[in-house]
């Protein structure tokens, strides 16, 4: 079963990417400003839509008991977070620094 929402999952955000990349196709091919703005939007939609729903399967699948022990999931121990929260905190750290360098660099410049 953890292998069905795997799936699932996986075909969603394909099938988003894919509505993606259609969309910018679209953006750049179509002939009149009606048309651009058309497709886009339309695929933009459909692709959010299946973010969404991948996202919500995932959510369903980690967090409900019921799913977790369809799927054979288990959630993150106490332990573990100890573990992910550092690297989160360090990266979020580094890309702060790095917006206030940037801000700073451009003030400079300009």
Do not use: C
């Not at 196709?25 to 339309?42: E, S, Y």
């Not at 990266?91 to 801000?103: D, G, N, P, S």
């Amino acid at each position: 079963m953890a292998l069905l929402h795997e799936l699932l999952v996986t075909f969603f955000l394909v099938a988003a990417g894919i509505f993606g990349l259609v969309g910018s196709v679209g953006l750049m091919k179509l002939p009149n400003p009606m048309a651009r703005l058309h497709a886009p939007t339309k695929a933009t939609t459909l692709g959010i839509g299946g973010v969404l729903l991948a996202q919500m399967i995932h959510i369903t699948a980690i967090n409900l008991p019921f799913m977790q022990k369809v799927l054979g999931t288990d959630t993150i121990t106490l332990t573990e977070w100890w573990y992910i929260l550092p690297i989160a905190l360090f990266l979020l750290l580094v890309m702060e620094i790095f917006k206030i360098a940037k801000i700073k660099l451009s003030h400079e410049a300009g």
